[in-house]
């Protein structure tokens, strides 16, 4: 049995599309259901739907063998166990600082920001030369600038709408993110041919048009 996680929401909607370019697809669906576990139309291959940020640690700790996790996820995570075989090119989007318009920053200044990206953000700015005091935040990052919690954000920015519709604008890209296939090293040993055998079909359903 191969167990694959994936988050509810935009991973979950475009990984099952992918997945059924090849005929793959969970036979419960998990917006009418309350399962987290959903079996799969595939003998020997079910699905996990947990938290986007929880995936990783499901997959390191062999809970499941495979997962689909964006980018910006798996730089927050210490990676050490995991293999990342294949960009799925799914759930893209940018990560970004953003704050108001016009705000800069100048190499020795201090800022203070608001994200969930805590890791990323400190590397980030420290990178720059910037000294930035990290706001975590679990969500509604939009809001700190406004209310004077932070100077600026780091987010993941797909449209730009969210941004915009409190004020704020996209200030510079920190990564390009997309979603990656990611595996158990440890699976990779013990299942390897299900587990090869699999990648290589995900590999063929990117290759089909959608
Ligand atoms: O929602 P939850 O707290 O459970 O977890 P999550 O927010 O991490 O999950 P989810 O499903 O929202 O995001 C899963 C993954 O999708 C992220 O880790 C990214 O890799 C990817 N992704 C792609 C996005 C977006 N696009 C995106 N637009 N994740 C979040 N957003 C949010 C963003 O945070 C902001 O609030 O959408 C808003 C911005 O969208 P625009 O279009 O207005 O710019
Ligand atoms: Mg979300």
Known sequence: M????????????????LLGRIGIEPTV????SRKLILPSNREGLQFLVIRASDVP???EYGAADLGVAGKDVLAEYDTKGLYEPLDL????????????QGLAFEPGSRVRVATKYVKTAHRYFASK???AEI?????SMELAPLVGLADCIVDVVDTGKTLKANGLEPLDL????????ILNKAAMKMKHAEVKAFIDEIRHALELKP
């Open 57 to 59: 640690t499901y997959v």
């Open 89 to 100: 090119g799914i759930a893209c989007c940018r990560l970004m600082t953003a704050g108001r």
């Open 29 to 32: 669906d998990p917006d009418k």
């Open 135 to 139: 706001i975590k935040l679990y969500g």
């Open 2 to 17: 191969l167990t694959l996680a994936l988050s509810k929401g935009r991973i979950y909607d475009e990984a099952i599309a």
């Open 174 to 181: 920190i990564m390009e993110v997309s979603s990656r296939l």
């Open 129 to 131: 030369g910037i000294q």
